[in-house]
């Protein structure tokens, strides 16, 4: 099966494709990335290709490109926390604005589209009257969830943030974060009591003083988990009542245009490299 292939086959595979195609070779993570960023490229001229992690990517790149010399290769990665940590990548190897491709979303106008459609305009507008726009909500309100990572990240806790139960922690009236309540979930879903709620409570806020850009720190996946919270128990219409996280991460992909893709530093910088080379990469935006 094509996701247990390891980096030496996937570039041996875009290698063979050489001898029938001569576009441009787009090497994306994962499947998700890949209904994104296909929609949004030159689909005559450009070939994208799922790598299935963001290491396999880097790796495969780096050998087409570099090792290989083919010069018609780049690929795209979720950031993650490299900002943070001052990882760098350079071309041909490039990465989403925020910390991941929904985060990008999220930040967008697409948002807004989403919530035209799913939200109901005097819920949404009582929303935002009494507790300030929606974005500006979720991002707060991500930002202790994303900031307890970066300190796991920093100090090998073994912190394991799958399958969070949000409802546990995110207000259904106000969105907010209960940081108590999101450290207990956090240790419980860890299986790990010998952690001190208390002493990680304490690191965590400690961190949060430093104020860093919020984009770059919070994980996409949990603000679409308080957007969902959002709509179905506060401003979204009766077609939010059974939505899933999957529906609501699909209804962003298909708001999020080329317009929207103009905006990010992604498409300028992918942009920039491609046509420096004369290569085609994303549609114009026009059609």
């Not at 970066?150 to 209960?178: A, H, K, M, P, Y």
């Not at 603000?223 to 996280?245: D, H, T």
């Amino acid at each position: 099966m094509r996701e247990y292939l390891g980096t030496t086959d996937i570039a041996n595979n875009i290698s063979m494709l050489r001898g029938a195609f001569d576009g441009t070779v787009l090497v994306v993570e994962g499947i998700t990335d890949y209904r994104l960023y296909g929609k949004l490229s030159d689909r005559e001229n450009v070939e994208l290709i799922v790598a299935h992690s963001k290491d396999n990517t880097s790796t495969v790149v780096k050998e087409l490109f570099h090792n290989r010399k083919d010069d018609k290769v780049l690929g795209i990665v979720d950031s993650d926390l490299d900002r943070v940590l001052s990882v760098r990548r350079d071309p041909p190897l490039f990465q989403t604005d925020t910390r991941d491709l929904e985060g990008m979303m999220i930040r967008s106008r697409a948002l807004d589209e989403v919530i035209w459609e799913y939200g109901e305009r005097a819920k949404v507008e009582n929303f935002v009257r009494n507790h300030g726009e929606i974005r500006d909500v979720l991002i707060n309100s991500a930002y202790p969830l994303g900031t307890l990572m970066l300190i796991s990240e920093n100090n090998g806790r073994d912190l394991c943030f799958r399958d969070l139960d949000f409802g546990r922690f995110i207000d259904r009236r106000t969105l907010q974060c209960d940081i108590r309540n999101m450290v207990d979930e956090v240790i419980y879903n860890s299986h790990n009591p010998s952690l001190s709620p208390k002493d990680l409570r304490k690191r965590l806020e400690e961190e949060m003083e430093h104020h860093r850009d919020p984009w770059t720190i919070c994980r996409g996946h949990d603000l679409v988990e308080i957007l969902l919270i959002g709509l179905k128990y506060i401003f979204g219409g009766y077609n939010c009542s059974n939505m899933r996280c999957g529906e609501l991460n699909g209804a962003l992909r298909l708001a999020f245009d080329i317009e929207h893709f103009t905006e990010t530093k992604l498409y300028r910088s992918t942009s920039d490299w491609a046509c420096k080379r004369d290569l085609p990469l994303w549609i114009s935006g026009l059609e």
